[in-house]
Nanobody, 127 residues
Framework: QVQLLESGGGLVQAGGSLSLSCEASGHTVSTLTMSWFRQAPGKEREFVATIPWSDSKTYYSDSVKDRYTISRDNAKNTMSLQMNSLKPEDTAVYYC????????????????????WGQGTQVTVSS
């Protein structure tokens, strides 16, 4: 059983930066394909970024590409999301997701690809 715990959310002004962290327990992150999703009020949960278990290639949604960076620290068993140049439309609850079966490597934007989810952390960007 994998447990995921996000941290690092908060309130920031537009143009600012935040760093989110996802700590995993019950499994080593080096063997998981891990991703970030987000859900704004009244909207569906959407894919943000992914890092495959092989670290072969990270992938981002068009809305965050060139502003966000996903990374993994195997020694700390954590995954992180560095968010720069934040915009009010980035306001959402951000969720960490993990897939031990490598399905998400093929379909990273599909919610059904992931077996494990964190509880979410709120990110609010003020204008």
């Amino acid at each position: 059983q994998v447990q995921l715990l996000e941290s690092g959310g908060g309130l920031v002004q537009a143009g600012g930066s935040l760093s989110l962290s996802c700590e995993a327990s019950g499994h080593t992150v080096s063997t998981l394909t891990m991703s970030w999703f987000r859900q704004a009020p009244g909207k569906e949960r959407e894919f943000v970024a992914t890092i495959p278990w092989s670290d072969s290639k990270t992938y981002y949604s068009d809305s965050v590409k060139d502003r966000y960076t996903i990374s993994r620290d195997n020694a700390k068993n954590t995954m992180s999301l560095q968010m720069n140049s934040l915009k009010p439309e980035d306001t959402a609850v951000y969720y960490c997701a993990a897939d031990p079966r490598a399905i998400a490597t093929l379909f990273p934007a599909e919610i059904s690809s992931y077996d494990y989810w964190g509880q979410g952390t709120q990110v609010t960007v003020s204008s």
